[in-house]
Each structure stands twice: as structure tokens, then as C-alpha cells.
């Protein structure tokens, strides 16, 4: 720790420094019940995500003892804590008196005076919440596709596709698409001709690279997309051995990991999207066609299977929107569909809301303009290169007339 640290009670081990004739603080477990019992000389996390919490301060204390009580999660708003002080004084009030606490991020310090004043408070603060998410890409890419192309399209920060830009590595179809590194995208895995695990870089400026020597099982119909604000992960599809439930991790250098074993119900024709500005979910898919979804949280864990709403269907395409909700849209069940399901902020997905633009399948979805969606490209009968645009409130807006090489079997990502 460098600086000046003389004035300041918090020393670079963590221990916060013993008040004047006071022993110094130990930090226990984080505390979730609905009652405990404080000692002197201890510094308690009091977890309140569930339930208030009424803590017994000791029935006899020396001067100077002191404990601290810190809200771990940023709850005591919604449920806080209440001291009872056992005999003694509390500020010069016998424990008659109520004594709460109650400000999400608040953190108490008390001391013991002596009978007369008993416990006082010398820090009664509210920590500012600092963390501050990566800000969202502003652009996003279409590329590869149906036909086995290498083709790939720009989108704009106001949802604009570009013409198209020459293939870059192998191409292929059937593959996925996600963001890593706060800023950039990776395409990965897919069919070129044969099932593969490659990957392809995109840089903050939409710039494709060379392929990556693939990483972990070949498999194509998967879904991708990013978690914990920088990274990423592929998950479920076909692999030669039919359908499976592995992931692979994407680093924030965009490195992908070696398999990780499959969480939840095998299947393939999957999709994927952020949600909750920091995790993501893996919805839908085949065979048959299911609404089951698995949740990803912001370390990369799969959770085992949730049902969803709506009707269940395969090849459709989702991105995310507003920040941190997401959208599910169009696909294929007995015939082509435009219905859409919203994601909330925290994974749930909502029943069909009624379809717009023109149903396809086989289609791909990203985020651009730091808040909003696009579906693109797709199967209606033939091949297209149709575009609908999603609002910042996940509104999906009528047809765009298409740009570039019509085609289906695409993947999309966004990046700065």
C-alpha cells in the first residue's frame, strides 16, 4: 500500500487499526441469519439479502471495546439491522430504546464509553456503490453464413448495415458469435463443409483475423455469448457424437478454454444472449424443440435447466437490449416464426409477443448502439438479407430492406 497511512485506520492488511485503549478488529464469516449475538473485537458482514437481522450487543463491555457492522450486499435499505444493547447504554439511552439501521451500503463503527454513554457510534457512513459497468458496444458484425461464405457486414451505432466486406479466414456456416475484452468479438466453431472448432478474432474496429486453431470439441448450431463484462462463452450444439451440453470459455484476450463438462439438457439449434449487464442465458433449441433455458452466471457457471415461456421452437436468433434485458425472435416450428420472447434483467423469460417483420429462420441478432438490437439475414423460403431493428424498450421494428450477400446460418456480435 503506498501513501501516507498515518491518519488513516485502514492499514494495507485489512485489519482496521484498534481505536486508543481498544484491541484490534477481527472479521468473521458473513452473517446471514435472522438474529445474532456481537463480541467485542470483531467485525461482522451482515448479509441481508433475505431477512432483517437483530443483533444482541454483549451485557458487559470494557472501554474501549468496539465492533463494526458492515451491510455486505447493499441491502440494509430494503432489510436492515437492529441493536440490541443488552443492559447497556446505547448514546446515553438505556435498551428501552430502538436503535436501526437501515441505508443500503452503510457501515457502523461503535465504541464502548462507559456506563454513562455505553456504545457510540464513531462511524455511521454510507459507502458509495463505485464499481461502474464496461461501457456496451456501440457497433456490431454480421459474418459467414449459408452457402459456406466468409462474407461480413458492418453494422453502424444507429443500426445500419454495410455492404459487404471481402471473407476473412475459412469460411463457414452454423456457427456463433460473442463479445470478450469489454470491446472486441470472436466468432467460433461452425461447418465448413465438416464440423470445426475454429475461431476468428474481431477487433474494436470490426476488422476480422485469420483463423485460431481450434480449441475443445468441433461442433456446429451452438450459441454464444459474453459474461462478467469481458468474457465469453460457447455452448451446446452438435458435435460428431449428436447433440451435446459442453461450453468452452472465452478469456479477455479471447483465448478459448478447453471443454467444460455439459450442464442441463443436451441439444442443439441453441441461441444465446446477455442479460442482467453482467451474465447470460442459453435458451431454446432442438431435438424436439424446448423453451429450456440455463442461466450463465458472471463467473461462466451454467445452471442446470429452467423452463421457459412462449413456444418452443429452433434456428431462431437473440441479442440483448436496453443494457442489460435481452430478445429472443423468429425461428422455425412446423413453418417460419416472428414471434419474439423478452428476457428481463434477470433471466426471465416472458410469453410470445406477437411477431413483426417477416418470419425466417436461420438468422442472426446482435446489439449495437450501446442499447439497442438487430435481427438480420435469415431463411423466409429463400435466402434474405432482411434486417429489424429492436428499441432500447425491445420493441422489434418492421423489415429494413437488406444489405450484402443474402444468406442464412449467420452469426453476429457487437464490439466497440
Not at 135 to 141: C, L, M, Q, R, S
Request: glycine share 18%; net charge negative; with cysteine.
Amino acid at each position: 500500500m503506498s501513501g501516507v497511512t498515518g491518519d488513516n485506520p485502514y492499514r494495507s492488511s485489512g485489519v482496521i487499526a484498534a481505536a486508543a485503549g481498544g484491541g484490534g478488529v477481527s472479521w468473521q464469516a458473513i452473517e446471514t441469519g435472522s438474529t445474532m449475538t456481537a463480541e467485542a473485537g470483531n467485525g461482522y458482514w451482515i448479509d441481508t439479502t433475505s431477512n432483517a437481522c437483530t443483533i444482541t450487543l454483549p451485557s458487559s463491555a470494557s472501554d474501549g471495546d468496539q465492533i463494526i457492522f458492515a451491510d455486505y450486499d447493499r441491502t440494509w435499505g430494503t432489510y436492515g439491522i437492529e441493536l440490541d444493547s443488552n443492559g447497556l447504554n446505547y448514546q446515553g439511552e438505556d435498551d428501552t430504546f430502538t436503535v436501526e439501521y437501515g441505508t443500503d451500503g452503510q457501515v457502523v463503527h461503535i465504541v464502548y464509553s462507559g456506563a454513562t454513554n455505553g456504545w457510540i457510534p464513531t462511524l455511521d457512513k454510507t459507502v458509495a456503490y463505485v464499481p461502474s459497468k464496461v461501457p456496451e458496444n456501440d457497433e456490431g458484425i454480421f459474418g459467414f453464413g449459408g452457402g459456406l461464405t466468409g462474407v461480413t457486414n458492418l453494422i453502424s451505432n444507429v443500426g445500419v448495415v454495410s455492404t459487404d466486406v471481402a471473407a476473412v479466414g475459412t469460411a463457414r456456416q452454423s456457427l456463433a458469435a460473442c463479445e470478450y475484452g469489454g470491446d472486441k468479438g470472436i466468432f467460433g466453431y461452425g461447418n465448413t463443409g465438416s464440423k470445426t472448432a475454429m475461431t476468428n478474432l474481431v477487433s474494436n474496429v470490426g476488422v476480422v483475423a485469420a483463423d485460431v486453431t481450434g480449441v475443445g470439441t468441433a461442433r456446429l448450431d451452438l450459441g454464444s455469448c459474453s459474461y462478467g463484462l469481458d468474457k465469453g462463452i460457447f455452448g451446446y450444439g452438435e458435435s460428431a457424437a449428436g447433440a451435446v451440453a459442453m461450453t468452452n470459455l472465452i478469456s479477455n484476450v479471447g483465448v478459448a478454454a478447453l471443454d467444460v463438462t455439459g450442464v442441463g439438457t443436451a441439444r442443439t439449434l441453441i441461441v444465446a444472449t446477455e442479460y442482467g449487464g453482467d451474465k447470460g442465458i442459453f435458451a431454446y433449441g432442438a431435438w424436439p424443440v424446448m423453451t429450456t433455458n440455463n442461466l450463465v452466471s458472471n463467473v461462466g457457471v451454467v445452471a442446470t435447466d429452467t423452463t421457459g415461456a412462449g413456444t418452443a421452437r429452433a434456428y431462431l436468433a437473440a441479442c440483448a437490449y436496453g443494457g442489460d434485458k435481452g430478445i429472443l425472435g423468429f425461428g422455425n416450428i412446423g413453418g417460419v416464426q416472428n414471434m419474439s420472447n423478452l428476457i428481463s434483467n434477470v433471466g426471465v423469460i416472458s410469453a410470445d409477443v406477437a411477431g413483426v417483420g417477416t418470419a425466417r429462420n436461420s438468422l442472426g441478432a446482435t446489439q449495437y448502439g450501446s442499447d439497442k438490437g438487430i435481427f438480420g439475414y435469415g431463411t423466409t423460403g429463400p435466402m434474405s438479407s432482411l434486417t429489424n431493428l429492436v428499441s432500447n424498450a425491445g420493441v422489434v421494428a418492421t423489415d429494413v430492406a437488406g444489405v450484402g450477400t443474402a444468406r442464412n446460418y449467420v452469426a453476429a456480435c457487437s464490439f466497440a
